[in-house]
């Protein structure tokens, strides 16, 4: 998970807030730092993840209690933390002080939620949500745990509009340009380090899944041994992954191996922001084992995402599950103005080497 930005980039960040606010989704509650009070509405599996999930992303939401729903028959939370249902739960809010409270119940039907009661919240000025848009709107992702099809079919968001789309590849083709003529030095010297060191190629292809489907090329500066992957089979790569080499590992840090795709930008395969493209082999496999993982395909593939600024770098399907759980956010809500902040957030991984593999 990417630390809180730093003053710099906060600035950035509440300078393009008071520039497109009134145009785009606020995302600044996704860089929030200060510390918000929830109280969850369930004390079943669901509730219990809410409380994982919360405690893995950091001190910056604190769980006040849990309200016990009467038509929940399992008990998965800590008993010390379920609250006394011995007045409403506007008035077990008020008490505990809490901003937000989250409805995480199993069982939906038969009065198994007080929604007077939750509407008498929201009108105290209390956030009223359920897991899904809790997740979305704090943790900047869309679990797959609290995902259902009606929910990705009716819910706002997941707009493919023309001139969406249009802006978006006239900013890929400025960036792109913009970022060859600035880097090309870089892309000598590194193409001259990995002749001396391990020989041609210089160039590694592989054939990745892009929008809709569609199979592409993409290009990228071999970081690996020319043997990485004997007789062809496709092997998960991984952090310290010992097929790279010195060479290679240097320029996975800084994400240079990275610039040859600026070429499949300007070709319209690619975009600068959007979920990383994967290996149909793999491709074939997520999509049987992880529920809505195709949905990824709907927009451009890209040199950077989302789930890479958010996320640290993994090889396996669990991790693509974690991962695409970012993506489906972005996919939902992407914009000009969530590209900016990524592009932003890219920059901030490389100067630190965060997420290297």
């Known amino acids: 998970m990417m630390e809180a930005p730093s003053n710099g980039l906060s600035w950035?960040?509440?300078?393009?807030?008071?520039?497109?606010g009134r145009l785009v989704p606020d995302y600044r509650t996704m860089m929030a730092t200060e510390t918000r009070r929830v109280l969850v509405f369930g004390t079943g599996s669901k509730a219990l993840r809410v409380k994982q999930v919360l405690e893995s992303c950091g001190p910056s939401t604190q769980i006040a209690g849990f309200c016990f729903s009467p038509n929940e028959s399992e008990v998965a939370v800590p008993h010390e933390l379920i609250v006394p249902r011995h007045q409403s739960v506007v008035d077990t809010a008020k008490a505990l002080q809490v901003d937000e409270i989250i409805v995480a119940v199993s069982?939906?039907?038969?009065?198994?939620?007080?929604l007077r009661e939750l509407l008498d919240c929201k009108l105290q000025g209390i956030r009223v949500l359920d897991m899904a848009s809790h997740f979305e709107a704090n943790l900047g992702q869309i679990r797959l745990e609290s995902l259902y099809a009606g929910w990705l079919i009716f819910g706002d968001g997941f707009r493919q509009g023309r001139l969406r789309s249009t802006l978006k590849r006239l900013s890929d083709i400025v960036c792109a340009s913009i970022l060859l003529a600035l880097a090309w030095p870089v892309m000598l010297l590194t193409a001259l380090a990995i002749v001396v060191e391990d020989g041609f190629p210089i160039l590694y292809r592989q054939q990745r899944v892009g929008r809709n489907g569609r199979l592409f090329d993409v290009i990228k500066f071999r970081s690996m041994r020319r043997d990485a992957e004997k007789g062809g089979q496709a092997v998960w790569a991984k952090a310290h992954d010992e097929r790279v080499t010195r060479v290679g590992r240097i320029i996975r840090k800084?994400?240079?191996d990275e610039l040859p795709?600026?070429?499949?930008?300007?070709?319209?395969?690619?975009?600068?922001?959007?979920?990383r493209p994967e290996r149909p082999f793999f491709v074939d496999q997520l999509t049987r084992e992880i529920p809505f993982y195709a949905v990824r395909h709907s927009v451009k593939p890209g040199v950077t995402g989302w789930a890479q600024v958010r996320h640290h770098y993994g090889g396996s399907v669990e991790e693509s599950a974690e991962k695409l759980q970012y993506?489906?956010?972005?996919?939902?809500?992407?914009s000009l103005y969530l590209d900016l902040m990524i592009l932003v957030a890219t920059i901030g991984v490389v100067l630190t080497g965060?997420?290297?593999?």
């Open 261 to 275: 795709q600026l070429y499949s930008v300007l070709k319209g395969e690619m975009s600068m922001v959007g979920p």
């Open 12 to 20: 950035f960040v509440e300078m393009l807030n008071q520039v497109f």
């Open 354 to 357: 965060k997420g290297a593999q």
């Open 107 to 114: 069982e939906r039907r038969g009065g198994a939620m007080p």
């Open 254 to 256: 800084l994400r240079i």
């Open 327 to 334: 993506d489906l956010f972005y996919v939902k809500n992407h």
